[in-house]
C-alpha cells in the first residue's frame, strides 16, 4: 500500500483549540496593549524589521498577534494606511484569505504529518524549512509584501535552524519573518541576535476573568476562577483545561512535580492506565507538565533562586521525551517513568521547584 501523503503543515492545527476560532481566525487580541503598541509604532512608521521573535508562554496569544501583523501587513503594507491597532475588517480580502489559510502571501511553517504514518512530527525539520526560499523566490503578492510565521521556532531541529539563519542573514526585501517561541533560550543566539524581540505577558486576573466569561458563559463564576488560577495568565491553557479531562491531567501534571522527590510507581502506572483511555491524553499532559513546569523555573529564576539552570536542561529533556513517545508510538508508561525519574534527579541535583 502506498504510504499516505502529509498534509499542508498548516492544515495540522495542533494550535485549535476544540470548539474556539483558530489564531488566524481571531481578530480579537487580549492583555497585550503593550506588544502590540510597540509592533504598531514599527509598522506604521514604516521601519519594521525584518523578523519578530515573539515570545511568551504558551497561550498568551503569540500566534493572535502574528496572524494579526500578517493581515496588516499583506492589507496596508508597512504604512499608516490602517488603523493603529492594526485591525482589518473581516471582509476585506487579506482577512478572508488569511482565515481560510490561503493567502500567497502568507506562508506558516510548522511541524507537518509523517508521510509513512500521518503522525505529527516530534521537530520542524530542513524539508519544511527549505519551502522558506521557494517562497521568496515567487513574485509578490498585490501588496507587495510577504510574510512567514514560524510556530513554533522552538521545535526547529539543528539543519532547519541553520536554513532559517541565512534567510535572516541575508532577508529579502518586503518580507517579515515572525518567529513564535515559548523558550527562546533554546533558539541559536545567532538567531535571537537577528530578530528584534517582543515579550508577551500571561494576562493578568482582570483580563482573564472577563475572557473566560465571554467564551465559557455556561461556567460557574468559581469554576472559571479555577481555571484561570491552573492556567497560570494563560487564556489558551485554560480553553483546554476547559474541554474533556483537562483540568484533570493539569492536576496530574503538578502532582508530578510536587513528587518530584519521592515518585510513585504504582499511581504512575495507574495514570499512564487513565491516558490510554483519552484521546490525545498523554499531549495533553506532557503540554500541562511543560507549562507548570516552566512556571515555576520563571517564577523562582526572577526570586534569584540558584540552580535554575539544571531545572531548564530537565525542561528541555521533558519536552524531548513526551515528543519522541508521541511520533514514534512508544509506551506512555515508559514516558511517565521516564519523566519521574527526569523529576526526581533534577531535584536531587538542584533542590525542589
Given at each position: 500500500m502506498a504510504p499516505r501523503k502529509s498534509r499542508p503543515a498548516e492544515s495540522v492545527e495542533?494550535?485549535?483549540?476544540?470548539?474556539?476560532?483558530?489564531?488566524r481566525e481571531t481578530t480579537r487580541l487580549v492583555g497585550q496593549d503593550a506588544a502590540l503598541g510597540i509592533v504598531s509604532h514599527a509598522l506604521r512608521g514604516r521601519r519594521p524589521p525584518g523578523a519578530w521573535l515573539l515570545c511568551g508562554p504558551p497561550g498568551v496569544g503569540k500566534a493572535t498577534l502574528a496572524y494579526r501583523i500578517a493581515r496588516y501587513l499583506l492589507a496596508f503594507g508597512a504604512t499608516d494606511g490602517g488603523p493603529?491597532?492594526?485591525?482589518?475588517?473581516?471582509?476585506?480580502?487579506?482577512?478572508?484569505?488569511?482565515?481560510a489559510g490561503s493567502h500567497p502571501g502568507l506562508l506558516v511553517l510548522k511541524r507537518g504529518l509523517n508521510p509513512d504514518t500521518g503522525k505529527l512530527m516530534s521537530v520542524l525539520g530542513v524539508d519544511e524549512m527549505s519551502r522558506l526560499f521557494g517562497f521568496f523566490g515567487m513574485t509578490s503578492g498585490a501588496g507587495g509584501w510577504r510574510v512567514v510565521i514560524v510556530d513554533t521556532a522552538d521545535d526547529m531541529n539543528d539543519n532547519a535552524a541553520n536554513a532559517l539563519?541565512?534567510?535572516l542573514e541575508e532577508p529579502p526585501s518586503r518580507a517579515m519573518?515572525?518567529?513564535?517561541?515559548?523558550?527562546?533560550?533554546r533558539l541559536l543566539p545567532t538567531i535571537r541576535s537577528r530578530c528584534q524581540r517582543l515579550s508577551l505577558r500571561p494576562l493578568n486576573d482582570r483580563d482573564m476573568e472577563s475572557e473566560l466569561a465571554r467564551l465559557l458563559p455556561e461556567m460557574s463564576t468559581s469554576e472559571r476562577a479555577a481555571l484561570a488560577t491552573l492556567a497560570g495568565g494563560s487564556l489558551g491553557a485554560a480553553l483546554r483545561l476547559a474541554s474533556?479531562?483537562?483540568v484533570a491531567l493539569a492536576q496530574e501534571a503538578v502532582r508530578?512535580?510536587?513528587?518530584?522527590?519521592?515518585?510513585?510507581?504504582?499511581?504512575?502506572?495507574?495514570?499512564?492506565d487513565k491516558l490510554a483511555r483519552i484521546t490525545d491524553g498523554l499531549d495533553m499532559l506532557g503540554e500541562f507538565l511543560h507549562q507548570a513546569l516552566a512556571d515555576r523555573i520563571r517564577t523562582r529564576a526572577i526570586a534569584g533562586q540558584p540552580q535554575m539552570n539544571k531545572w531548564v536542561d530537565a525542561l528541555e529533556r521533558l519536552r524531548r521525551s513526551f515528543g519522541r513517545?508521541?511520533?514514534?508510538?512508544?509506551?506512555?508508561?515508559?514516558?511517565?517513568?521516564?519523566?519521574?525519574?527526569?523529576?526526581?534527579?533534577?531535584?536531587?541535583?538542584?533542590?525542589?521547584i
Open positions: 495542533t494550535d485549535r483549540v476544540e470548539g474556539m476560532p483558530h489564531p493603529a491597532e492594526l485591525a482589518v475588517p473581516p471582509n476585506d480580502a487579506a482577512s478572508i484569505q488569511v482565515a539563519l541565512k534567510l519573518l515572525l518567529l513564535l517561541s515559548n523558550t527562546p533560550g474533556g479531562e483537562g508530578l512535580i510536587d513528587k518530584s522527590g519521592t515518585p510513585d510507581a504504582p499511581a504512575l502506572f495507574a495514570l499512564a513517545t508521541d511520533a514514534l508510538h512508544l509506551d506512555p508508561r515508559q514516558t511517565l517513568l521516564s519523566a519521574a525519574r527526569e523529576l526526581n534527579a533534577t531535584t536531587r541535583r538542584a533542590g525542589p
